[in-house]
């Protein structure tokens, strides 16, 4: 069972849904139909430096039913940011 985090304890609006995956991982959970384009993973990773400010020490990945931009995709593979794709 999904273990979801309090966002604003993060930092981060209410509406963002964020899951521990274990000890050491936190997932943005992104479940929507529309691709995931360069301005949504803008957004995304401002979110997971917030994440990185807020719990020092922390890998953050990004959960999604969604499709990414290929050009996304190598974004988050620069900034090391995973993708786990349901």
Avoid at 8 to 17: H, N
């Amino acid at each position: 069972m999904a273990n979801y985090i309090d966002p604003q304890s993060l930092g981060l609006l209410p509406r963002t849904v964020v899951e521990e995956i274990d000890t050491e991982t936190l997932a943005i959970v992104i479940n929507r139909k529309s691709r995931i384009i360069m301005a949504d993973g803008r957004k995304i990773l401002a979110k997971a430096e917030k994440i990185k400010q807020a719990k020092p020490g922390c890998k953050v990945v990004l959960k999604t039913t969604a499709p990414l931009c290929n050009k996304t995709l190598q974004y988050f593979a620069d900034h090391g940011i995973g993708v786990i794709r349901q």
